[in-house]
């Protein structure tokens, strides 16, 4: 019965952990579109269009080039993950330890690539390959509330279709079709007391990856060259998840199952006022509907847990500072709040966030461009509670992150 219970258990916290494939999960919501984006905290990415990565966030963007456009790029995610003042309690053996630990989080490498085509001086296509996740933590063995940790190790890849149509002027209309893959592998071990009696070291495995179909949608409104607004909506699709999930106990098991996660749809409307020759203001509002993700369900297992999240903002301001015709400097900030609000989890922390955001740009020629952009993510302490027959973990996570970027960008 126990490993019965801890099965179903450490099922739901690897689903947790699954449904960041495409969500940017729990956790951190980390952006890793561009460099030139992330050296001023993604304000004004859905109006400014300084290169081809602004389809991504709005497909509208491409009326403002006149010429095929190119970038290429990678960002690395860092993570540094702590449980602090926390505490676990074994009920098998009546005993209880330290949990504190400083030592989970990991780094992750997100490629990404983005071409526009315009075709006349009205329409324009373009193809864009991106991640919108990429994260590790892993517990390490000797860790007292191993059980509650383990390895989460999950990517994923957009890869998009956009098309855009200038109406007049001032107005441009954009869409496209996105196809998200994501994979992720995940291991949950037993509690040390049962692992001891059946020999055993996991009670989970599991490997699945899975598709999704979504769609996009982008407006750009120009009041002249040197303000304009754009918003952009992007519906974000249900990921089935195929899998196979290995039960260890006194006889091991094979299941395939298919995990279905909701992902929450993204409204985003931003602006661009190059006030001056030299400087330049941006902003963003995002809005991020995690009510969505009202529960857990596969298709054999049924209703996994209900967990009824909020919905969640972004908020980012920028400047722009154009020294010459070769070099841009670029910061920002942005706050992001919590998608959590009733269920806190040891292995995927999450807290309201804070960016700190600085980058450069360097033209070669006219034609083209290399972008630099460093983000230090803040974010809170909050306090964790899990616990199930067997045992219990209390305690304080904290989680922060350093993002950087590199980006080459050209014209034809």
């Given at each position: 019965m126990?490993?019965?219970?801890?099965?179903k258990r450490t099922?739901i916290?690897?689903t947790i952990?699954?449904?960041?494939i495409?969500?940017?999960?729990?956790?951190?919501q980390?952006?890793a579109?561009?460099?030139?984006g992330?050296?001023?905290?993604?304000?004004?990415?859905?109006?400014?269009?300084?290169?081809?990565?602004?389809i991504?966030?709005?497909?509208?963007?491409?009326?403002?080039?006149?010429r095929?456009?190119?970038?290429?790029?990678v960002e690395t995610?860092?993570t540094?993950i702590?449980?602090?003042d926390?505490?676990?309690?074994?009920?098998?053996s009546?005993?209880?330890?330290?949990?504190?630990?400083?030592?989970?989080g990991?780094?992750?490498?997100?490629?990404?690539?983005?071409?526009?085509?315009p075709?006349?001086?009205k329409?324009?296509?373009?193809?864009?390959?991106?991640?919108?996740?990429?994260?590790?933590?892993?517990?390490?063995?000797?860790?007292?509330?191993y059980?509650?940790g383990?390895?989460?190790?999950?990517?994923?890849?957009?890869?998009?279709?956009?098309?855009?149509?200038k109406?007049?002027e001032?107005?441009?209309?954009?869409?496209?079709?996105?196809?998200?893959?994501?994979e992720?592998?995940?291991t949950r071990p037993?509690?040390p007391?049962?692992?001891?009696?059946?020999g055993?070291?996991?009670?989970l495995?599991?490997?699945?990856?899975?598709?999704g179909?979504?769609?996009n949608l982008?407006?750009?409104?120009e009041l002249?060259?040197?303000?304009?607004?754009?918003l952009?909506?992007?519906f974000?699709p249900?990921?089935?998840?195929?899998?196979?999930?290995?039960?260890f106990?006194?006889t091991?098991t094979?299941q395939?199952?298919t995990?279905i996660?909701?992902l929450?749809d993204?409204?985003?409307?931003?602006g661009?006022?190059?006030?001056a020759?030299?400087?330049?203001?941006?902003?963003s509002?995002?809005?991020?509907r995690?009510?969505?993700?009202?529960?857990?369900?596969?298709?054999?297992?049924?209703?996994?847990n209900t967990?009824?999240?909020?919905?969640?903002?972004?908020?980012?301001?920028?400047?722009?500072?154009y020294?010459?015709?070769?070099?841009e400097?670029?910061?920002?900030?942005?706050?992001?709040?919590?998608a959590?609000?009733?269920?806190?989890?040891?292995?995927?922390?999450?807290?309201?966030?804070?960016?700190?955001s600085?980058?450069?740009?360097?033209?070669?020629?006219?034609?083209?461009?290399?972008?630099?952009?460093?983000t230090?993510?803040?974010?809170?302490?909050?306090?964790?509670?899990?616990?199930?027959?067997?045992?219990?973990?209390?305690g304080?996570?904290?989680a922060?992150?350093?993002?950087?970027?590199l980006?080459y960008?050209?014209?034809?």
């Amino acid at each position: 019965m126990i490993v019965s219970f801890l099965y179903k258990r450490t099922l739901i916290a690897s689903t947790i952990a699954l449904s960041a494939i495409q969500l940017h999960a729990a956790g951190f919501q980390l952006n890793a579109q561009s460099a030139t984006g992330l050296g001023r905290a993604f304000a004004g990415d859905a109006a400014i269009g300084d290169n081809a990565s602004i389809i991504a966030r709005n497909p509208a963007g491409m009326s403002l080039f006149d010429r095929p456009a190119l970038s290429v790029g990678v960002e690395t995610i860092t993570t540094d993950i702590e449980v602090k003042d926390a505490t676990y309690v074994n009920n098998l053996s009546a005993s209880s330890a330290s949990a504190n630990t400083d030592n989970i989080g990991d780094t992750s490498v997100v490629p990404s690539f983005y071409y526009i085509h315009p075709v006349n001086d009205k329409f324009a296509w373009g193809v864009n390959a991106y991640s919108n996740f990429g994260t590790k933590t892993k517990f390490d063995n000797g860790y007292a509330g191993y059980e509650y940790g383990g390895k989460t190790d999950v990517t994923s890849a957009n890869f998009g279709v956009v098309g855009s149509y200038k109406v007049s002027e001032q107005l441009t209309l954009g869409a496209g079709i996105d196809a998200v893959y994501g994979e992720g592998t995940f291991t949950r071990p037993a509690n040390p007391a049962i692992a001891g009696v059946y020999g055993i070291d996991n009670v989970l495995e599991i490997e699945a990856d899975g598709w999704g179909f979504g769609y996009n949608l982008g407006l750009l409104f120009e009041l002249d060259q040197q303000h304009r607004f754009g918003l952009d909506y992007h519906f974000s699709p249900d990921i089935d998840a195929d899998g196979e999930v290995y039960r260890f106990g006194a006889t091991a098991t094979k299941q395939s199952d298919t995990v279905i996660m909701p992902l929450p749809d993204i409204a985003e409307f931003s602006g661009y006022h190059r006030l001056a020759p030299e400087y330049a203001l941006h902003y963003s509002i995002q809005f991020i509907r995690w009510s969505e993700f009202k529960t857990l369900s596969a298709n054999n297992a049924g209703t996994i847990n209900t967990y009824n999240w909020q919905d969640a903002w972004h908020y980012s301001i920028g400047g722009t500072y154009y020294m010459d015709n070769q070099w841009e400097l670029r910061a920002g900030y942005l706050y992001d709040t919590s998608a959590q609000a009733q269920r806190r989890s040891i292995s995927v922390p999450d807290s309201d966030r804070q960016w700190l955001s600085a980058g450069v740009t360097y033209k070669p020629d006219d034609q083209s461009s290399i972008d630099f952009g460093a983000t230090y993510l803040i974010g809170e302490d909050v306090a964790v509670m899990e616990s199930n027959s067997a045992s219990s973990i209390s305690g304080t996570t904290h989680a922060d992150a350093l993002l950087l970027g590199l980006q080459y960008s050209r014209s034809f």
